[in-house]
């Protein structure tokens, strides 16, 4: 079995889609899977040295033909494409690619992941094109996957050949020794005093706002701000994820600077660590919580307990007050009574951490996703 797969991002450029194919890749090295990958420029092999890297210094026109040429040389089954329109910096080139690899008699099948079907921030005006040219992709690979239930729902309409599967989570779940004493490091280390609550955001900033208001009403809590960064000051900005100047202000306007703190970046196992000690996770996303959502996914792998916002789609194997809670988008108040409730009910928190463990580890863990992928490459899979 000879995979090649695509992405327009990989290590050591920060991103969820690099990070996803990394260990991707790892997970199907680990079941015998002989990949090649084709990679921007720059990048950096992390998984086993028995992969092949293929660099590339653009995804125009002239791409395609680098592709196809490897393809043959090196005997792949496959091709899979790690798609999101802007990490090819919005040109449809790789959209053409099944139809390209036709007229080259490329014997092969074609996959596509298709890692988010919103409205991308670059080049928003392209939108009628690139919806064709995207659309276009989907009806001629031999199978489209989506990890949310909606985007899952989209592709159906457009081709019968549509599997959902989820992108796990980037920060691997890591155990600790003592975690007891890891929990009070971490405290000291943000002077976090030994009676205060800690609440948890991590991820992208969706709805911070709704989560700032909450804070104003929950007394006796700290929010970590787990991966962000609020001083401009000597850092990498590749590194962190930002506060913008409305979400400052309003830490500023609420009163609550001082029940803000910010661990800037983490490594993977720190920032595995850190999830783990916080007494609960907020992710308050303003289009509702999905399995695309990586905060979502290492928060769930961490078995942490979740307050996030009601899914638009159901999200599959997760089940409303068993593995997570949720309020609906944008409702300070709701959000707020949640937390209280949640940070008051240690035997509910307990739940949930174990019950977030237990389904990370049995259906959103990398061996289980690459075993679907398997099952797609080996024809076993039926669409």
């Known amino acids: ?83 999101q329109p802007n990490i090819y910096h919005g040109h449809p080139a790789i959209c053409m690619l099944p139809l390209f690899l036709r007229t080259r008699r490329w014997g092969g099948r074609i996959a596509v992941t298709f890692h988010d079907l919103q409205v991308p921030h670059l080049f928003r005006k392209a939108g009628l ?68 609550a800690v609440i948890g955001q991590f991820g992208t900033t969706s709805g911070l706002e709704t989560l700032l208001y909450a804070l104003k009403d929950v007394p006796g809590t700290v929010l970590m701000m787990i991966g962000k960064e609020i001083s401009e000051a000597g850092n990498d900005a590749a590194e962190i994820v930002r506060l913008s100047d409305q979400h400052k202000a309003l830490i500023r306007d609420l009163g609550v600077t001082e029940r803000v703190c910010f661990t800037g970046y983490l490594p993977a196992r720190e920032a595995a660590y850190t999830l783990q000690s916080v007494d609960v996770v907020v992710l308050p996303y303003a289009a509702g919580a999905s399995l695309r959502n990586g905060g979502f996914m290492a928060a769930l792998t961490q078995g942490t307990a979740i307050i996030t916002t009601q899914p638009r789609y159901p999200i599959p194997h997760l089940t409303i007050g068993e593995h997570l809670l949720t309020v609906p988008p944008g409702d300070a108040s709701a959000l ?45 899979h039926s669409i």
């Open 1 to 83: 079995m000879k995979i090649t797969m695509i992405t327009g991002q990989y290590p050591p450029q920060r991103g969820g889609i690099g990070d996803y194919t990394d260990q991707l890749v790892s997970a199907l090295q680990d079941k015998g899977v002989e990949v090649s990958l084709i990679v921007p420029s720059g990048s950096v092999l992390n998984c086993q040295d028995k992969v092949s890297l293929l660099p590339v210094g653009g995804w125009g026109w002239s791409t395609l033909r680098i592709i196809a040429r490897h393809l043959t040389q090196s005997e792949s089954n496959w091709l899979h494409i790690q798609y």
């Open 129 to 196: 094109l690139r919806a064709l040219t995207r659309d276009l992709l989907v009806r001629t690979a031999a199978v489209s996957i989506a990890a949310d239930t909606g985007d899952y729902e989209y592709l159906r309409r457009i081709a019968r050949r549509v599997l959902q599967i989820p992108i796990g989570s980037n920060i691997p779940y890591t155990s600790y020794e003592n975690q007891t004493a890891k929990n009070v490091e971490i405290r000291r280390r943000y002077a976090i005093a030994p009676d205060k």
């Open 336 to 380: 707020a009574r949640m937390i209280h409730r949640t940070l008051g009910d240690a035997a509910l928190c307990e739940k949930l951490r174990e019950n977030a463990r237990q389904v990370a580890h049995a259906v959103f863990s990398w061996p289980t996703i690459a075993a679907a992928h398997m099952t797609i490459y080996q024809g076993e």
